[in-house]
């Protein structure tokens, strides 16, 4: 079945560092998207990709999908203490897909 | 519009226990779904529906049971708790293949 990964798992920044997560599939995806969840709360979309090799930017936040739509990476410049939460992609199926998660912790 | 609402939030049950998980929308979408989430493991669907009176399976269905009867509601049905049930449950909905709204969830402990 698809599977899609995520690393790394965790991630600690101080303050103002910058943050990467990356997200594979093992199959090529029509679209992916993103979520934030903060903690004790849910899931909440922030963005979808479609286009091969398409970049796309929320303020500090930027979000590659991959030339092979098979990877997508999403970078964050400058955390900040409200960036705090678990990030997943999600690929599409009879639902979604979802990552394992980044758990970003920012140190201030 | 009150969204995706999901009761209770949190409950515990006795292993061997009986129990529904209620799941609510009111924007009238054709697509709710059944997603466990569990430390290192993401969010991993149950089950989901793409209509009224139309169930599927997700990855892992094995001890729960849905219903669609109506197009605002999607219980789960635990039929018998195990501790391996343990887990946040979030309920979905979503506008065909689009993407999904989540529930604040529901926060099950079996003993």
């Known amino acids: 079945g698809q599977q899609v990964m995520q690393i790394p798992q965790y991630q600690h920044v101080q303050e103002g560092e910058d943050f990467t997560t990356y997200c594979n599939s093992s199959?090529?995806?029509?679209?992916i998207q993103w979520y934030k969840q903060r903690p004790g709360g849910h899931p909440v979309f922030l963005i979808q990709l479609v286009k091969s090799g398409e970049v796309k930017k929320q303020k500090r936040l930027t979000f590659q999908f991959g030339e092979a739509k098979k990877n997508s990476s999403l970078h964050i410049t400058a955390t900040q203490t409200t960036d705090v939460g678990t990030y997943f992609c999600?690929?599409?199926?009879?639902?979604?897909?979802f990552g394992t998660g980044t758990s970003l912790t920012v140190i201030p | 519009n009150a969204g995706v609402t999901q009761t209770p939030k949190f409950q515990v049950l006795k292993t061997g226990q009986s129990m529904t998980l209620q799941c609510a929308q009111d924007?009238?979408?054709?697509?709710m779904s059944w997603y466990r989430q569990d430390p290192g493991m993401g969010l991993r669907l149950i089950h989901y529906s793409v209509g009224a009176g139309i169930t599927d399976q997700g990855e892992v269905p094995n001890g729960y049971n849905v219903s669609r009867s109506t197009t605002e509601d999607f219980p789960l049905r635990l039929l018998s708790a195990a501790p391996s049930q343990t887990s946040v449950y979030f309920c979905?909905?979503?506008w065909g293949n689009g993407s999904p709204h989540f529930g604040p969830g529901t926060r099950l402990t079996v003993t």
């Open positions: 979905a909905s979503s």
């Open positions: 999600a690929g599409p199926g009879n639902q979604f897909y």
């Open positions: 199959t090529t995806l029509s679209n």
């Open positions: 924007m009238n979408h054709e697509y």
